[in-house]
């Protein structure tokens, strides 16, 4: 029978050199003691050759510019996709901070926020001179502001608190 070395067959599989020394390493394909690969085991393994050509024409052999340029290829084109959905989740986001901003109202700029506030010197603090009566004043039930605090009408009392063995031999109560 016909025996092919690697370069001849992937040239009349048309298929890459590598693929073929793969098939070997993993045992698919074996090789004669010459290193040659005989016609049938190929066939075996790749099936019938899809067109007849002299299998003694010159191979192309991929340089290795051009394969690193491939690769560099998709690399750029999977950059390029990556960017596309940043862009993407960066547009959703700035929506989703836009509504934000429209749900939750900002201050009106004539009113005063703490920072807008003047500092009070300790020298120009006002100083009660009746600290009794501010103290009268102050009765629990108003803040500081004199802002009425509201209190309930009617608070029912809590039940004394009973121990363990008292809920099991005194009566409810």
Do not use: C, W
Not at 40 to 47: D, H, M, S, T, W
Not at 64 to 81: F, V
């Amino acid at each position: 029978m016909k025996s092919l070395s690697v370069l001849e067959l992937s040239k009349l599989y048309n298929i890459n050199r590598q693929t073929i020394y793969n098939h070997i390493n993993k045992g698919i394909l074996s090789k004669n003691p010459d290193n040659k690969i005989d016609f049938a085991e190929a066939i075996r393994v790749f099936g019938e050759p899809n067109k007849k050509q002299d299998v003694k024409d010159p191979v192309k052999i991929d340089s290795p510019n051009s394969a690193e340029i491939l690769l560099l290829r998709q690399q750029i084109d999977m950059l390029k996709n990556q960017v596309s959905d940043a862009k993407e989740r960066e547009a959703f986001y700035q929506e989703q901070i836009e509504v934000m901003q429209r749900l939750l109202k900002a201050p009106e700029p004539h009113m005063t926020t703490f920072t807008d506030q003047e500092p009070v010197q300790p020298s120009m603090a006002k100083t009660d001179p009746e600290p009794e009566m501010a103290e009268a004043k102050y009765d629990g039930l108003t803040t500081p502001e004199n802002k009425r605090i509201p209190v309930p009408e009617h608070i029912e009392p809590e039940p004394p608190k009973r121990g363990f063995l008292s809920r099991f031999f005194l009566p409810n109560g």
